[in-house]
């Protein structure tokens, strides 16, 4: 089987190199691809965004399935053109159509749909530049701190934490009225702030059935002890210790099931990735987004403790026969450190000649923002590695992946030290 990954980053390297340990993966396509997927597959130097371009080279390369890694070509309708497009119809594809793309690409769309199936989410309004000062008002009267969302796609930067009235009426103006994240903040979600331990739980679906795949905890803020902006992900860990049996069944009955259910009802025919960032509050998950993707970078923790057979999964899916297929878990632990360009998530150089990238290690090196540049790896964007190490005690593999760190270099290269660190039980060991 010939298949194409579209996207650029770790998550789509990870996919890759998934994919091709399978015997079923013939020729494997990434567009546009790094550095480090073009080891293993062929780079397409096209945008994913460009539909007429991806067709041309799903017709030329006789592509049967492919997987489409970020949200922006799915909330642009990636799905609805193929199923529109008389030669590409009957191409196998992964991830949802437009519509069914809103749970990430429209935050107030998926506080409604939550609202409306039961699903457990915080306390929430919507405003715009027409209700602004009904929103200034609004946040006069509220609880500190409180959460400002942009309500489009943001790249992951799109929610400020404000911790009194003042900084949250500031930001809300900035994000309405000067347009602080452009069109994605032309509409707001203010929001209850929860107290509370992240996780993040990936569902695959065909719109009936469904799996669960490994969840993850990552770590978004760029500096130790969760401090700094926020960033694409510094790091992730999996499994995470709290979700237990009990808990993993409370997010399967109160939210994965009535999102499925919910989108039945919607008649939103979806196949693909459900990815919900969830919270535990005192016990009980409540959500505080739903993505339609694998995340980055839960995806380089979570495949790697994927025993199944990826190409099974993902025809399964676009098939709509994931019930004839099972999932297998490794029991052992995964935890991934991310490098960043020095000065992300603000701004940064490129450009850079990457070192230790051929040392010996039992981790897997993901690239991210890599380029190859007469024959040498280079950086080329803010998320530019992300290291994975799996050992059946956590600390270790924490360890092992900071060693992998330790060996790879270059200028003004920056990550966490701390990853993982806030769920480690009894120990006071620092990596």
Known sequence: MNILILGSGGREHAFAWKLVASPQCDRLYVAPGNAGTGKLAENLPI????????????????????????????????????????????????????????????????????????????????????????????????????????????????????????????????????AKFGAASSQVVVEQFLEGIEVSVFVLTDGTHYKILPEAKDYKRIGDGDTGPNTGGMGAISPVQFADHDFMQKVEQQIIIPTIEGLKNEGIHYRGFIFLGLINVKGNPMVIEYNVRMGDPETQAVLPRLKSDMVDLMTACARGKLSEVSIEIDSRSSATVVMVSGGYPESYQKGYPISGLEQETSSLIFHAGTDLRAGHVHTNGGRVLAITSLDDVMENALSNAYQTVSNISWEDANFRRDIGQDLLVNSNKSV
């Open 47 to 178: 945008d994913p965004n460009d539909f007429p371009a991806v067709a041309a080279q799903v017709m030329a390369k006789d592509i049967q399935l492919v997987i489409v890694g970020p949200e922006e070509p799915l909330a642009r309708g990636v799905r609805d053109y193929f199923d529109q497009h008389s030669q590409l119809k009957k191409v196998l594809l992964v991830g949802p159509g437009k519509e069914g793309a809103l749970l990430e690409s429209s935050k107030d769309f998926a506080k409604q749909f939550m609202n409306k199936y039961g699903i457990p989410t915080a306390r929430h309004r919507t405003f715009n530049l027409e209700t602004l000062e009904e929103g200034l008002e609004y946040l006069r009267g509220q609880e500190m701190p409180i959460v400002l969302k942009a309500d489009g796609l943001a790249a992951g930067k799109g929610v400020v934490i404000c911790q009194t009235p003042s900084e949250a009426e500031r930001n809300l103006h900035e994000m309405l009225a000067e």
